[in-house]
């Protein structure tokens, strides 16, 4: 099984007073948008973080097959968020998926590509972290199996989970995308403007 913890704590601070991930995109929330596309995925328990204006975020997705976890330490950034997410999957889960909330292009067959990979992969690897990769640029998310759950709690950097990527390149696949949906992510006003004409143009 995999569980996806999706990370919708942060503060937005680079888009000012406004929480990006209530902006608008193609008629719904720009977070609503990644949710739905996780949820709909072969992912089998969907956990988003919560802090920063979590009520707000409570009824945004209150119709959705997920649960919450709230970070109390949310302006810490981050890797906080990844930590609090992390602790509370299942126990039957064999690989966890990173999200980021603010990625509201990625779709449901992005996300199952990744999940394939892994599954195929996961046969002959102890150690198995997933990578999306779209001309040679890395990007989000990231799918690691569940023995690398303790480093990712143990990990005191706050760059989230590229510190354990870069701890075990040897266990990194990198996968490659058909579009760079998964390097897309919304933390400036320029960043929404573009994701929002991407969904005119669709």
């Known amino acids: 099984m995999i569980s996806a913890v999706i990370l919708a704590a942060g503060e937005s601070r680079r888009m000012g007073k ?4 209530l902006l608008p995109v193609g008629g719904e929330a ?3 948008k990644l949710v739905k596309s996780v949820c709909a995925s072969d992912v089998g ?7 920063h204006e979590a009520e707000k975020i409570r009824r945004k997705l209150k119709e959705l097959p997920l649960s919450f976890v709230y970070n109390p330490n949310f302006s810490e950034g981050m890797t906080t968020s990844i930590k609090s997410g992390v602790k509370e999957v299942s126990r039957d889960c ?5 999200c980021l909330a603010d990625m509201p292009l990625i779709n449901t067959s992005d996300i199952n590509k990744l999940i394939h990979a892994y599954v195929q ?3 002959k690897e102890k150690r198995l972290i997933v990578v999306p990769v779209f001309q040679g640029q890395r990007g989000n998310p990231v799918l690691f199996s569940s023995e690398f ?4 709690l143990e990990h005191k950097k706050g760059s ?7 701890n075990y ?3 990194v696949k990198e996968i490659e995308m058909d579009n760079d949906n998964m390097l897309l992510d919304v933390d400036t006003l320029e960043d929404y403007q573009n994701v929002s004409e991407a969904f005119v143009t669709e």
């Open 160 to 166: 989230g989970c590229r510190g354990v990527i870069m």
């Open 121 to 123: 992969n996961r046969i």
């Open 30 to 32: 720009l977070l609503v």
């Open 45 to 51: 328990q969907v956990l988003v973080v919560i802090g």
């Open 18 to 21: 406004q929480n990006k991930l």
């Open 149 to 152: 759950r303790n480093d990712i």
């Open 94 to 98: 064999d690989g966890l998926l990173i």
């Open 169 to 171: 390149p040897e266990s």
